[in-house]
């Protein structure tokens, strides 16, 4: 029988043969990759469930001893699932996906839809819209964000006076034009 030896590899098993090959647990920067997170501890739960130490643990997977504790603490009171991930980080958003796709329907329709006297969609507008669709108030500087997740963009409209006189502005660009940037 091959004996077991007590050098903890991350893997598939716990306790390793001295033949068995390991697959390492990844090592570096775990900032946002919550799925390597989730593995690292279920692997410390194999640990512990196959008889290692948190120093063990602590050592195999290159966390404090601080951090297996805690792992050790919650898989005694709860299991491996106590040790799964929470789900998603940080706050949650204040528009479900349908009431997010309710509103980029509604905004395709236009400003007039809405009852304001130009067709150009402002954030502070695009903010009313929501609060009346969803009764969810955002500030106007924050539409922009949800914008963004609808893949709209920023367009200026051109600048432009609608009493241009295009035959004035073509005789002032032949003939005045020149004549000023001659004087160079």
Not at 142 to 169: C, F, G, N, Y
Request: charged share 25%.
């Amino acid at each position: 029988m091959k004996e077991r030896n007590r050098d903890w590899h991350t893997g598939r098993m716990c306790a390793t043969t001295n033949n068995q090959q390991t697959n390492p647990i990844k090592v570096g920067s775990w900032r946002r990759d919550f799925a390597g997170l989730e593995e690292r501890r279920l692997e410390a739960a194999r640990m512990f469930a196959h008889g290692a130490t948190q120093a063990e643990v602590a050592r195999a997977l290159g966390v404090s001893a601080q951090a297996a504790s805690v792992w050790y603490r919650r898989w005694r009171q709860g299991g491996t699932p106590a040790l799964r991930g929470a789900g998603r980080a940080g706050r949650r958003p204040r528009l479900s996906p349908a009431e997010l796709d309710a509103v980029g329907q509604a905004l395709r329709k236009g400003p007039a839809a809405f009852g304001f006297d130009t067709d150009l969609w402002t954030l502070a507008r695009v903010a009313a819209v929501i609060w009346r669709l969803t009764g969810v108030r955002f500030h106007p500087g924050h539409v922009w964000h949800l914008l963004r997740r609808l893949d709209w963009s920023v367009q200026r409209p051109a600048r432009r006076a609608t009493e241009r006189a295009q035959a004035a502005i073509a005789r002032w660009r032949a003939e005045d034009w020149p004549r000023i940037k001659g004087g160079r």
